[in-house]
């Protein structure tokens, strides 16, 4: 069975989806009127029928181009909220451990592209940015809350050194690691 004929028999399902969508009757009757004679000078003409089928599918295009809740004019998606909350306990959980964009990834149950353009979508930076934040933000707070050596902190935060911790926090907050502790400890020894 040609895809002519099995496109004229579904015709009645495509034109009641294109009349639910807003197109107008002329729009249907044009698209079908196409259709059908492609079907009609399929079998003695085929290059005929292949000109009523490119009528058919760009007046199609055209449609698409022009109705917002088509898929040419589809905005991408971010995750479902049920996905943050559950990459966001997964990565605080895990902020000392290596944290690849493909267990993310899996975490959330997308592929890895699907993920990365997701996830900027939701948080508006890419995965990677988010994880050394979170990893700058907590190791931060434990720079406030203790005395622990600069270096243990860094590795419990999942940095590899001292240097890479200090240029990170450095970038993220605008000061080293060593100022912030006398800052914030000035700060508290006058409370």
């Known amino acids: 069975m040609s895809v002519v004929v099995q496109g004229a028999r579904s015709m009645g399902r495509e034109q009641a989806s294109l009349l639910e969508r807003g197109a107008d009757d002329t729009f249907v009757d044009d698209v079908e009127t196409l259709l059908s004679d492609a079907q009609a ?66 975490v959330a149950g997308l592929s890895v592209s699907h993920f990365c353009h997701a996830f900027k979508t939701t948080v508006g930076v890419p995965p990677a940015a988010y994880v050394g934040r979170r990893r700058i933000e907590a190791a931060r707070a434990m720079i406030e809350a ?46």
């Open 41 to 106: 000078v399929l079998g003695t003409n085929a290059a005929a029928a292949c000109e009523y089928l490119v009528r058919a599918v760009a007046l199609l295009r055209d449609s698409a181009a022009h109705d917002p809740g088509s898929a040419a004019t589809h905005r991408p998606r971010g995750l479902a909220s049920w996905q943050l909350k559950r990459l966001t306990a997964h990565i605080d959980t895990n902020l000392g451990a290596r944290l690849r964009t493909a267990d993310l990834a899996a």
């Open 146 to 191: 203790t005395d622990e050596p600069l270096t243990r902190i860094a590795h419990l935060h999942g940095f590899c050194d001292q240097s890479h911790f200090t240029r990170t926090f450095r970038r993220e907050l605008g000061m080293a690691p060593q100022a912030w502790r006398r800052l914030k400890g000035a700060g508290q020894s006058f409370a």
